[in-house]
């Protein structure tokens, strides 16, 4: 949750890079912490195994400036995504304001994607928090490679859409990011939402950038 | 089930923490005292200025303790509601408080493990009292931030956060 300090003027919101095992969310964060500028970024901390596989998670504050007053932080986190180290991951999603789920885009890894997405969803409930309520967004990695699957096939997979039952939010609403295409629609009688999603290559940085712009943005309003 | 929810910290919470940490400081002659959230960030400095980076710090101690919770839990206990973490020149004693918030204690050999632990049980509970009444407070619904915040917060995102 995020955390409002009036005491030191500050705001702290935590953002989780969830997702299978290397699928690029550490890759994710070593982009950020490369590119933003160096007064904007704290310390980079990585729990990691002698392999450099993520052990309990890493960590990255990022600096948003003062803000009405106000010092404003994100705290990005990255899980461990191997499936052994589940006990770990659910620690790292206690009071998280906004999820990025990192799919890795290869053919092979679309069980793995499936399951940790599952894992997800459980480990969440497990918290009381409903990911269908939170600021969500999927990132699919590794658009370059030649055994990618195509988007269509992803997104029926890990962003098939859950059903809206609040009358109000029944409207049709298209994607800011692809205006072509709907975040809500009604589909055979059914409204149905899905998640922003974004193509990324992370090792190069393609779409790094733009999921973070993303999920901070939909965190911020959250305070609004 | 629920979305995120936010929470608020006052200047007069912070003010009446920051009496409660004076005088345990004083009393168990410890360097410094520290408040961080279970989520990992931090609320409150008493004392000796840290030399270390604070939000690194609050990150680790909430895993710390996170962890601990686990293996606790593994033994059949519900919780190790203390740890100690003991330095050449350095220590740390950590409490939780509310099952939301962890006291961190930071001292030296000026002052004993013991003297630290018996400070620390009563401004615990003290805490306790005072950290209940806040999430109460925020369960009935608070101000937010004020109008203007979230666009201007957006342009900073845009400025910051490009390739």
Redesign the interface.
């Known amino acids: 949750?995020?955390?409002?300090?009036?005491?030191?003027r500050e705001?702290?919101c935590?953002l989780v890079y969830y997702g299978p095992g290397l699928g690029g969310k550490t890759t994710n964060l070593e982009y950020?912490y490369e590119?933003?500028?160096p007064a904007?970024k704290?310390?980079m901390?990585s729990?990691a195994t002698e392999t450099e596989r993520t052990l309990?998670?890493d960590?990255l504050?990022?600096d948003?400036?003062t803000?009405?007053g106000?010092k404003?932080?994100f705290?990005l986190y990255t899980v461990p995504g191997q499936v052994y180290y589940n006990?770990?991951r659910k620690?790292?999603l206690?009071?998280?304001?906004g999820v990025i789920f990192v799919g890795d885009s290869q053919v092979e890894r679309m069980e793995a994607n499936i399951e940790s997405m599952q894992n997800l969803y459980d480990n969440m409930?497990q918290h009381?928090?409903?990911l269908t309520?939170?600021p969500f967004v999927i990132q699919y990695n590794k658009r370059d490679l030649p055994n990618a699957a195509p988007l269509a096939q992803l997104q029926e997979a890990l962003n098939p859409g859950w059903p809206v039952e609040d009358p109000v939010r029944q409207r049709a609403t298209p994607d800011p990011n692809r205006p072509e295409e709907m975040l809500v629609q009604e589909i055979d009688g059914m409204w149905l939402e899905r998640v922003p999603y974004f193509e990324a290559v992370a090792l190069r940085?393609d779409g790094?950038?733009d999921t973070?712009?993303a999920i901070?943005?939909l965190v911020?309003?959250?305070?609004? | 089930m629920s979305g995120a929810s936010s929470w608020s910290f006052r200047e007069e919470d912070a003010a009446r923490i920051g009496v409660l940490l004076n005088s345990l400081l004083r009393e168990a002659n410890a360097r410094t005292a520290l408040l961080v959230d279970r989520t990992g960030q931090m609320l409150a400095t008493v004392g000796e200025a840290p030399r270390f980076d604070p939000v690194a710090f609050a990150s680790l101690t909430a895993a710390d303790f996170s962890a601990n919770d686990q293996l606790a839990r593994m033994l059949g206990e519900n919780e190790f509601a203390a740890l100690f973490h003991q330095g050449d020149k350095d220590s740390l004693y950590l409490a939780d408080v509310a099952r939301r918030v962890i006291l961190v204690v930071l001292f030296d050999n000026r002052t004993t493990l013991g003297l630290v632990k018996l400070r620390v049980r009563g401004v615990v509970a003290a805490l306790s009292t005072l950290f209940t009444e806040m999430f109460a407070r925020e369960a009935l619904g608070e101000r937010r931030v004020e109008t203007g915040f979230v666009g201007e917060a957006e342009d900073e995102i845009d400025k910051l956060f490009r390739n």
Request: charged content about 20%.
């Open positions: 949750m995020s955390l409002i300090n009036y005491a030191s705001i702290n935590k950020i590119k933003v500028a904007s704290g310390k901390i729990l309990f998670f960590f504050p990022v948003l400036g803000i009405r106000f404003t932080r705290h006990a770990s620690l790292i206690k009071g998280v304001d409930t009381g928090l409903d309520r939170l940085g790094v950038f973070l712009r901070s943005k911020l309003k959250t305070l609004g």
